[in-house]
């Protein structure tokens, strides 16, 4: 009779332990999964805003950035234009 019992009381234990154990589970994914949503969709509505004109924040400063990026490589084409013309003609 105790060991009937006894079984009795590790099979519901195992059952409650399987339950628990699904439940974080899929708290887990939920909050995992949450951590990537949220931020993609708040970097995809920037870009969006972005794109069609409104001004979200940081724009402005994303804007700078380009302009430098621009110049300097403009500035480095340019010197790499005027070493080749530079070499070329001294070759000569």
Do not use: H
Request: a positive charge; charged letters at 25%.
């Amino acid at each position: 009779m105790k060991l009937a019992s006894k079984a009795r009381e590790m099979k519901d234990k195992a059952e409650y332990d399987s339950v628990v154990a699904a439940t974080k589970a899929i708290t887990v994914f939920l909050l995992l999964s949450n951590s990537v949503l949220v931020p993609t969709v708040m970097v995809l509505s920037w870009i969006y805003r972005y794109v069609t004109g409104r001004q979200p924040p940081g724009a402005n400063q994303l804007d700078q950035v380009c302009m430098k990026l621009a110049s300097k490589a403009r500035e480095m084409k340019d010197k790499a234009e005027n070493k080749i013309d530079g070499s070329a003609t001294g070759d000569e």
